[in-house]
């Protein structure tokens, strides 16, 4: 439950711990009128962190006069909307990649910002922005920071930030409970992975580009097509040399199925980007794509399987605005080190 230390204020609506308090104690570093938290406190970390972002947050004057701990993630998209209502121009959310691709179609195109606390598994939305994962540096960043326009992919009308893709990650998203990454981390990718390409069933398709900038193609036994808008997925895997969600471009590669052998260097491939270059790999770097699969499969956005092939796909460029940090801050020059510095003196 979030809870405000000096004055609760804090009530049970329909599975959702809500707190209602007065503004920041000091004035907003960035200007900000007013902010909501929403925490999924499904995600790794997030039953714990809840109160102590609160916290944090208030301290470093962000102005947040409503704190929401949601235990049922399906509900983020309703309390994010709801926040977006009231008209409040900071909306911090805190939790994992899927969180974030929950409430990014709300998000997109609005004068809203986005600050972003990440407390999943992954994080690889946060890695791409140089986010940093202590909770005390996150908060600094949202305190702090910048306002960045970054893109967004588009799976038909479905916003993502990182990947979309079909194939194995599919297997991957149905194989990644919420207990594996609990008790194993960063480990439950690789264990997930291992464990969907056991059952893997190779298949074709065929891509379109519809602003004529590559030659459509065709081919049959695939391990996985993904689309990537960010640069990281999977834990730290990165999509291709370059990739970023601010060239206004989607990097596409598909994998050819093979032995274990070839696969294992395409995946030790895939932590510097270095994985396009191997023979099983066909890359394009496009701002539209159509893929077809035969047979039809159903799409993991984020994570989360939300749709199925055939589908266009192409990039929203500067469609979310988002806080991230004005440098790569650690934890030596941090607000929060600072108190601390000045406590022991």
């Not at 598909?254 to 696969?263: H, T, W």
Request: with cysteine.
């Amino acid at each position: 439950m979030i809870t405000e230390r000096t004055d609760p204020n804090t009530e049970e609506r329909e599975g959702r711990s809500v707190f209602r308090g007065r503004p920041a104690m000091e004035e907003c570093p960035r200007g900000f009128r007013s902010a909501v938290l929403v925490v999924n406190t499904r995600s790794r970390q997030g039953r714990t962190a809840a109160a102590t972002a609160l916290d944090y947050l208030r301290l470093l004057g962000v102005p947040v006069v409503a704190a929401y701990a949601i235990d049922d993630p399906s509900r983020l998209a309703e309390t994010v909307r709801e926040a977006l209502s009231e008209e409040h121009d900071l909306i911090v959310l805190g939790g994992d990649d899927g969180s974030v691709s929950s409430v990014v179609d709300l998000l997109a195109h609005t004068d809203t910002t986005l600050g972003l606390l990440p407390l999943g598994t992954a994080n690889d939305f946060s890695r791409t922005l140089g986010i940093p994962f202590g909770l005390e540096e996150a908060c600094d960043t949202i305190a702090r920071g910048v306002v960045d326009e970054v893109d967004l992919g588009l799976a038909g009308d479905n916003y993502y930030v990182n990947v979309a893709s079909v194939g194995l990650a599919t297997g991957v998203a149905e194989a990644l409970s919420p207990q594996l990454k609990r008790a194993a981390g960063s480990l439950a990718y690789p264990m997930a992975a291992l464990r969907a390409y056991a059952e893997h069933e190779p298949f074709a398709a065929a891509l379109a580009f519809p602003d004529n900038d590559h030659e459509p193609v065709a081919i049959d036994g695939l391990l996985q097509v993904a689309i990537g808008n960010g640069r990281y997925y999977g834990g730290g895997l990165v999509v291709a040399p370059g990739s970023g969600p601010e060239d206004a471009a989607l990097d596409v590669y598909a994998i050819e199925a093979g032995d274990p052998v070839s696969l294992a260097r395409v995946v030790l491939g895939m932590r510097t980007g270095e994985f396009v270059e191997n023979e099983r790999v066909h890359c394009w770097r496009t701002s539209r794509v159509m893929l077809v699969t035969d047979p039809p499969l159903p799409i993991n956005l984020d994570g989360e399987l939300v749709a199925r092939t055939p589908k266009p796909f192409s990039v929203a460029p500067g469609a979310l605005k988002i806080l991230v940090p004005p440098r790569r801050m650690t934890t030596e020059d941090s607000v929060f080190s600072s108190l601390k510095l000045t406590a022991r003196a």
